[in-house]
């Protein structure tokens, strides 16, 4: 779970600039206005509550202040093309010293006083706000991107750390010592300033990038790629320099014991911790019935986690940004779960945090010469330093000189990265307040600079035909139904229909790694036909527990369906997928059981058991209420095939009525891969109602005749991507069902239906594909939206 909450490709994602010369100045009477107005309302607020009333009141009004300034900066910046957390950071800088300190004095210091007690309290805040934007910071690391790009990445990020990183450093070493909050400690502050000028700022480049629509261009993946891994880089350098600031002192054994420590955290994390946050976040889903346990059970991960790195001597910001990443890569972490804890970090932390950064830096400093100087060397050492990293990195690489100097252009922006480094460095005392506010205006000014210069540089670049080719497999992906599903629920028994349902689940689970969770219904088939046997004698006999043979046949079917799948070749650049995660649930209960399972946030349902249909040709009751309770996509299986043979034959034929809809278009996927697990021939049968008619004018003819070029130029596409021989067919003349069961009779061992549910509290996908149900001699898979 990587990417959520972003606008389609195609899109303008950015907004017009205000047209109004008056919404700027609009906006400073707003902070202005709220200002004056907390001043008023503290005091009135407070009265009856002592000074502790005074404190929260004050405290709430602090926040609430800092919420508004960074809402309606954020929304400003966007407005002229700027990231929102630079508004944000802006929004501080107009509540601090620097703008409203100067215009109002008395007002900016009763609102934000110099008291330890009151400041603390939105420290608090603060400090909680930069764990909650590093572990959103990991969860938005994709370190399979840094696996696919490879070399480019690798070798941009290197340099593109080393060189700006030997830079501040060595300014650092040479700054004078009123500079220096500890001159005993210059070392350290060195580390910290070379960290601050190397590192970019992935959710700054990602935004530039995703505007232009370069995210999925080769050279979009290495800039967001070689963004990560300097990322990763540097928040390890900043714990290894953290660890030398707890020593005290600064020796072999100090420097060998951070390192060692981050060393042995890093593979703990990226080994067995792996395994353990999957499991927990899984845990936690499937077994809590209040709201929210995933989030709760993330937010302790990365607690955790931050306390074992202070505990083995470094900072808590390692151990959130690393759970963080391993949160990310959990299969279980759906789109819903990551945009209601990316909501809360957004809308709460994000200008909370970044609004007090601004608030404490002082740009007044730069009416002192020597202190203006310095800034204005600092940022050319750090843009310069930057760009000529990534430039020799990307040459080095192999990229060519315009994408080279695009990926100079697109790793200067400092931005949210550079200002939680200041910040860490600040609250530490390793940074001086001098120091923390030149790297804060470095950071505005490399950033506000940076979208301009990746946007002229990105439009010089030609599209290859590679590149274009992977481009439009990719689009078919994005709009694919099997590619986007992430997690599977299968209601099997032990039955040939249950076979062939845990063999399905299998391969599409092994296309990309899908965890699935298995509800074994043998147990329950066995008590409904022994309850049936023996209704005459109206006993009650609790139904004895599946044989262990039995309740692993279904979940070893599921892996070695997806074993199967993962060793077929995957495309260039695309990464195989990981051993399939599977778990069996027993259950001799009725259907309410798969419905409470159903409610844990699975994307389809497939279902294989004994009685599928009623004497009359109909689902069964039994399917009906099993899938009642599922309101997703689902795949229905019925044989016409003894147990031995559950699945279609290695070298069978599957048919595949396609008519343009969506639910036809899920059923080609679903086909075509289980056509490529068992090496089927497809056949695609394009079905209309009825052929033209003579009375049909020519216009009307040649738009049919488009729309159905368009329907098998789509599937083809979809067979092509899948690596799948395809013949078409057409039948105009006849019924959809008559044309589907007269094409079916031809020899086909399986038909992949496509349908829709229909309200009610039988199962139902309509006159069609009842009539398929009833007199289908051959197999059939229903894919129902």
């Not at 714990?239 to 420590?261: E, H, M, N, Q």
């Not at 130029?713 to 069902?737: C, G, Q």
Request: glycine letters at 8%.
């Amino acid at each position: 779970m990587r990417q959520s909450g972003q606008r389609p490709a195609g899109a303008n994602s950015r907004p017009l600039v205000l047209r109004r010369s008056g919404g700027p100045l609009l906006l400073v009477v707003c902070v202005l206005f709220a200002a004056a107005a907390a001043v008023e309302a503290v005091p009135a607020l407070a009265a009856e509550g002592g000074s502790r009333g005074a404190s929260q009141a004050l405290f709430i009004a602090q926040l609430a202040l800092l919420l508004l300034v960074g809402r309606l900066m954020g929304e400003l910046a966007q407005r002229i093309g700027q990231p929102s957390v630079m508004g944000q950071l802006i929004g501080g800088l107009l509540l601090g010293p620097s703008f409203f300190g100067l215009l109002w004095p008395s007002a900016q210091h009763a609102i934000f006083p110099a008291d330890p007690v009151q400041k603390s309290m939105l420290d608090a805040v603060s400090e909680l706000g930069v764990l909650m934007l590093l572990l959103l910071t990991g969860m938005e690391t994709d370190l399979q991107m840094v696996r696919r790009v490879g070399r480019a990445a690798i070798a941009a990020a290197l340099a593109g750390v080393a060189i700006p990183f030997a830079c501040g450093f060595t300014l650092g070493e040479f700054l004078p010592a009123e500079f220096l909050p500890k001159p005993d400690a210059r070392l350290v502050t060195s580390i910290f300033l070379g960290t601050a000028l190397s590192i970019s700022s992935v959710k700054i480049v990602a935004m530039v990038i995703r505007e232009m629509n370069f995210m999925r261009r080769d050279l979009g993946q290495i800039i967001i790629a070689s963004a990560i891994l300097e990322d990763t880089i540097g928040w390890v350098i900043i714990a290894v320099a953290f660890g030398l600031a707890a020593a005290g002192t600064i020796d072999v054994w100090s420097v060998s014991r951070a390192i060692v420590g981050t060393g042995l955290f890093m593979i703990a994390s990226f080994t067995v911790g792996r395994r353990i946050v999957f499991r927990l976040i899984r845990w936690a889903n499937d077994n809590f019935r209040s709201d929210f346990p995933v989030i709760t059970t993330i937010l302790i991960i990365m607690a955790a986690m931050a306390l074992t790195t202070q505990l083995i001597g470094v900072n808590t910001v390692l151990g959130a940004f690393v759970a963080g990443i391993l949160i990310g890569e959990s299969p279980i972490l759906t789109r819903h779960i990551d945009e209601e804890l990316r909501g809360l970090i957004v809308a709460l932390f994000m200008p909370v945090f970044f609004g007090l950064s601004g608030l404490n830096a002082d740009l007044t400093i730069l009416r002192s010469p020597d202190l203006a100087l310095l800034a204005v060397g600092l940022i050319a050492i750090a843009s310069i330093g930057k760009f000529l990293g990534a430039f020799i990195g990307g040459t080095v690489g192999g990229l060519s000189r315009a994408e080279s100097l695009a990926l100079g252009c697109g790793m200067n922006a400092r931005g949210s990265t550079e200002v939680i480094v200041a910040t860490l460095g600040l609250s530490t005392g390793l940074l001086s307040q001098n120091l923390f506010t030149l790297i804060v205006t470095m950071a505005i000014v490399t950033t506000t600079a940076m979208p301009s210069m990746l946007r002229w540089s990105l439009k010089r670049l030609p599209l290859r035909k590679k590149e274009r080719l992977r481009l439009e497999r990719e689009e078919l992906d994005a709009r694919g139904f099997v590619t986007n599903l992430e997690r599977l629920l299968v209601a099997a028994d032990d039955s040939a229909n249950g076979k062939f349902a845990t063999q399905l689940a299998g391969i599409i689970a092994g296309s990309s790694g899908k965890p699935t969770t298995i509800l074994d219904l043998t147990a329950r088939t066995k008590k409904a036909s022994a309850d049936k046997a023996e209704e005459p004698a109206k006993t009650t006999r609790r139904p004895s527990a599946p044989a262990k043979s039995d309740r692993q046949h279904s979940e070893q079917a599921v892996k070695r369906a997806a074993a199967a799948t993962t060793s077929l070749e995957p495309d260039p650049g695309e990464e195989k997928p990981e051993n399939v995660d599977v778990i069996t649930r027993q259950h001799a209960a009725g259907p309410e059981a798969v419905a409470n399972e159903a409610s844990k946030g699975y994307d389809l349902l497939v279902v294989g058991i004994a009685n599928t249909r009623d004497p009359k040709g109909s689902f069964s009751k039994d399917l009906s209420l099993i899938t009642r309770g599922f309101e997703g996509p689902l795949a229905v299986v019925d044989t016409r095939a003894s147990s031995r043979e559950a699945a279609p034959p290695r070298h069978g034929r599957i048919l595949i009525p396609v008519n343009g809809t969506e639910v036809s278009r899920r059923a080609v996927e679903v086909g075509l891969l289980l056509a490529r697990a068992s090496d089927a021939h497809v056949t695609a049968l394009y079905v209309t109602r009825t052929s033209p008619s003579p009375a049909v004018s020519q216009p009307r003819r040649l738009v049919m005749r488009r729309n159905e070029l368009g329907v098998l130029k789509d599937i083809a596409a979809l067979a092509e991507r899948y690596d799948v021989p395809l013949r078409n067919t057409t039948r105009a003349d006849m019924a959809p069902d008559q044309a589907i069961l007269r094409e079916a009779g031809h020899g086909y061992d399986l038909v992949v239906l496509g349908v829709s549910r229909r309200p009610g509290d039988m199962l139902f996908f309509g006159n069609t594909g009842a009539a398929v149900l009833e007199r289908s001699p051959t197999s059939i898979l229903f894919v129902a939206s």
